[in-house]
């Protein structure tokens, strides 16, 4: 099977209108964005609670023993971490996992 550049996949100009590849596309560019849109708020949210409890990113990675970089990938957005690093950084910000129906 032949493998198909990133790029390629999500440009919309390569693809013929209305073919299997377009909407392959589109759907991945949509689910891309949709996952891009959850890390970043939630990123967003613990950066927010760490700043207000006045905690650094080296004094949170010492309380969680998760490594001060990835603590910053997740505050930007740029990291899709587990449940389980989440979890431990939801206790070290006194903050609680919620899931809900929609």
Do not use: W
């Amino acid at each position: 099977m032949a493998t198909i550049a990133y790029d390629r996949v999500i440009s919309k100009k390569k693809h013929a209108q209305g073919s299997d590849l377009a909407r392959f596309s589109k759907a991945l560019e949509k689910q891309l964005q949709d996952e891009y849109e959850i890390t970043f708020s939630l990123g967003q949210l613990l950066l927010t609670r760490r700043q207000e409890l006045q905690l650094s990113q080296s004094e949170l990675a010492d309380e969680t023993g998760i490594p001060q970089a990835d603590i910053s990938r997740i505050e930007c957005g740029k990291s899709n971490p587990t449940i389980k690093t989440v979890e431990k950084i939801l206790d070290a910000l006194d903050l609680k996992l919620i899931v809900t129906n929609k």
